[in-house]
């Protein structure tokens, strides 16, 4: 793992990347999202103003931690799991780039040490719920069927769900999901919580015309300005964050890296005004 050592327990926020993909369930790719989302966070196209007046220029909040390395399944929630509780130990909250979004399982694993009363909110196409996928329970078709198994959160709520099928609808039920699927989505609705807040966000909760870089297409879905509007209207800290599946070998013109940047500025931007 890459970045800055950290030696001191006063609150930052940190850019991890985990750049593996290897639970993806339809095509790889995913994991070469930190190094494209990082490369236009440098590349000098965006300045390093948040919407919310915070500027993450040599802001000694804010850190790139480098990347969390995981060298394969056997590893994989362990890896991930301890490296995420170190970082956490030492007052780093993570904004982590993945990856598919079976790395949000063992980070929240990491993070309900931490913060017992977690809400989290998940924006996505799809629910992740699936108890196994094609033999996986660790596939990112699973992952909040892992969380929710182990009490990891004290609430589930996702948006922007628009393809289900009868068994995710029966997992929602089983876990008491807070689930507002895209039909009934209207602009702007976001349930307030009552304790600090993880943000998963799947890249293709948005719709393809915004980030056709994914490898699940599912139209139909949110737009930037949705998404960053969501994230500007969490009513509680937000504390921890991912976004994932975001894969470049499916972009177009660099169109979802860029979108990506945008959104962890506008996450970062949330995170340390929770400071």
Same mark, same amino acid.
């Given at each position: 793992?890459?970045?800055?050592?950290?030696?001191? +327990? &006063?609150?930052?926020?940190?850019?991890?990347?985990?750049? *593996?993909?290897? /639970?993806?369930?339809?095509?790889?790719?995913?994991?070469?999202?930190?190094? %494209?989302?990082?490369?236009?966070?440098?590349?000098?196209?965006?300045?390093?103003?948040?919407?919310?007046?915070? /500027?993450?220029?040599? /802001?000694?909040?804010?850190?790139?931690?480098?990347?969390?390395?995981?060298?394969?399944?056997?590893?994989?929630? %362990?890896?991930?799991? &301890?490296?995420? =509780?170190?970082?956490?130990?030492?007052?780093?909250?993570?904004? +982590?780039?993945?990856?598919?979004?079976?790395?949000? *399982?063992?980070?929240?694993?990491?993070?309900?040490?931490?913060?017992?009363?977690?809400?989290?909110?998940?924006?996505?196409?799809? &629910?992740? $719920? *699936?108890?196994?996928?094609?033999?996986?329970?660790? &596939?990112? =078709?699973?992952?909040?069927?892992?969380?929710?198994?182990?009490?990891?959160?004290?609430?589930?709520?996702?948006?922007?769900?628009?393809?289900?099928?009868?068994?995710?609808?029966?997992?929602?039920?089983?876990?008491?999901?807070?689930?507002?699927?895209?039909?009934?989505?209207?602009?702007?609705?976001?349930? #307030?919580?009552?304790?600090?807040?993880?943000?998963? $966000?799947?890249?293709? =909760?948005?719709?393809?015309?915004?980030?056709?870089?994914?490898?699940?297409?599912?139209?139909?879905?949110?737009?930037?300005?949705?998404?960053? %509007?969501?994230?500007?209207?969490? /009513?509680?800290?937000?504390?921890?964050?991912?976004?994932? #599946?975001?894969?470049?070998?499916?972009?177009?013109?660099?169109? +979802?890296?860029?979108?990506?940047?945008?959104?962890?500025?506008?996450?970062?931007?949330?995170?340390?005004? %929770?400071?």
């Amino acid at each position: 793992m890459g970045g800055e050592i950290l030696t001191t +327990t &006063s609150t930052k926020v940190g850019l991890l990347g985990i750049p *593996y993909d290897e /639970n993806s369930s339809f095509s790889r790719g995913p994991a070469k999202a930190p190094a %494209s989302i990082r490369s236009v966070l440098q590349g000098g196209s965006l300045n390093s103003g948040c919407e919310n007046g915070i /500027n993450l220029k040599d /802001n000694p909040m804010w850190l790139d931690c480098g990347d969390l390395e995981i060298t394969g399944k056997h590893d994989f929630v %362990s890896g991930i799991e &301890s490296g995420c =509780a170190d970082m956490l130990n030492r007052g780093t909250r993570l904004l +982590t780039l993945g990856g598919d979004h079976s790395i949000s *399982y063992p980070i929240l694993r990491a993070y309900a040490g931490h913060y017992p009363k977690l809400n989290i909110l998940h924006l996505d196409a799809h &629910s992740d $719920l *699936y108890d196994s996928f094609k033999g996986n329970r660790l &596939s990112n =078709a699973c992952p909040f069927a892992r969380i929710m198994e182990e009490d990891l959160c004290q609430r589930l709520v996702q948006l922007g769900i628009r393809t289900l099928n009868q068994h995710q609808v029966e997992q929602a039920q089983k876990f008491k999901v807070e689930m507002v699927e895209m039909r009934h989505w209207q602009s702007g609705q976001l349930p #307030e919580f009552d304790g600090p807040v993880y943000l998963s $966000l799947d890249i293709d =909760a948005l719709d393809p015309a915004f980030a056709p870089g994914v490898s699940h297409r599912e139209p139909g879905g949110f737009s930037t300005r949705e998404v960053i %509007s969501l994230i500007h209207k969490i /009513n509680m800290p937000l504390v921890g964050a991912d976004i994932v #599946e975001f894969n470049p070998d499916k972009d177009i013109d660099g169109v +979802t890296a860029q979108v990506c940047a945008k959104l962890v500025k506008e996450i970062a931007g949330k995170m340390l005004d %929770s400071i």
